[in-house]
């Protein structure tokens, strides 16, 4: 059974940085076979996807954080962090990290991003 756990949320000044990370356990085959994006839910919306990388590593981002934020993958440490540098109140969310692999889908509990002055 897939398990992710997500770290590094917290609070940020708004322009601030921060990096959350995800590490995986129990994976099936190789972990490079997974695709592992970023979610994030703010309060009284829907989850949304914020950043993709596929197993070859191509990335896709959400238009809002282009040029932002920047997703990577280690595939021997079994982990995938997001970078986000100037965030803005809009990014407060719980994000949440996702592996995917031939339509089998986990997640995992999320971590508290607040950007705040």
């Known amino acids: 059974q897939v398990q992710l756990v997500e770290s590094g949320g917290g609070l940020v000044q708004p322009g601030g940085n921060l990096r959350v990370s995800c590490v995986g356990s129990?994976?099936?085959?190789?972990?490079?076979?997974?695709?592992m994006s970023w979610w994030r839910q703010a309060p009284g919306k829907e989850r949304e996807l914020v950043a993709i990388?596929?197993?070859?590593?191509?990335?896709n981002y959400t238009d809002s954080v282009k040029g932002r934020f920047t997703i990577s993958r280690d595939n021997a440490k079994e982990t995938v962090d997001l970078q986000m540098n100037n965030l803005k109140p809009e990014d407060t969310a719980v994000y949440y990290c996702?592996?995917?692999?031939?339509?089998?889908?986990?997640w995992g509990q999320g971590t508290r991003v607040t950007v705040s002055s």
């Open positions: 129990g994976f099936t085959g190789t972990f490079r076979w997974y695709d």
């Open positions: 990388i596929f197993g070859n590593t191509n990335t």
């Open positions: 996702r592996a995917e692999v031939v339509g089998r889908i986990y």
